[in-house]
C-alpha cells in the first residue's frame, strides 16, 4: 500500500475517495526509565529510551491506519499526518496519531 504526506502521487491518478482512515498508539513510560532519560537529558545526550518509544508507536500507528485503509478497499493513503500528545494525569503516556484519506488509485501512462 503506497502511503504518501502529499495530497498527490506521481505517476497515478485517483479515482475513488473513500474517507478518512486514522491509527491511534498509546504507549506509557516506566520509572526507571523515565530516571535515566532525565540523566541522559541532563547531561546533554539524547534518550535512546524515548526515541524507541516514539518510533514504536509511530510504526504503530501507520501500521493501524493502513490495514483500515485495506479494510476499505483502498490502494493508498495520502495526506498522511503523525500527531502526537502527552496524556495521562501526570503525562505518563504518549498518544500517537496517523491520520489520512483512503483512495483507490490507477497508473497514468
Excluded: C, H
Excluded at 547531561?43 to 483500515?68: F, N, P, T
Aim: charged letters at 25%; aromatic letters at 4%; proline letters at 0%.
Amino acid at each position: 500500500m503506497l502511503t504518501s504526506t502529499t495530497d498527490t502521487l506521481q505517476g497515478f491518478e485517483v479515482t475513488d475517495y473513500l474517507g478518512i482512515v486514522t491509527g491511534e498508539t498509546i504507549s506509557g513510560a516506566n520509572i526507571i526509565r523515565d530516571v535515566m532519560a532525565t540523566v541522559t537529558d541532563y547531561v546533554g545526550g539524547r534518550s535512546a529510551a524515548y526515541e524507541e518509544i516514539l518510533e514504536q508507536a509511530r510504526e504503530s500507528s501507520l501500521v493501524e491506519m493502513v490495514d483500515r485503509a485495506r479494510l476499505k478497499g483502498a490502494d493508498a493513503v495520502i495526506g498522511v499526518s503523525l500527531d502526537y500528545e502527552v496524556v495521562g494525569s501526570r503525562g505518563a503516556m504518549l498518544l500517537v496519531t496517523a491520520a489520512g484519506t483512503a483512495v483507490r488509485i490507477r497508473k497514468i501512462g
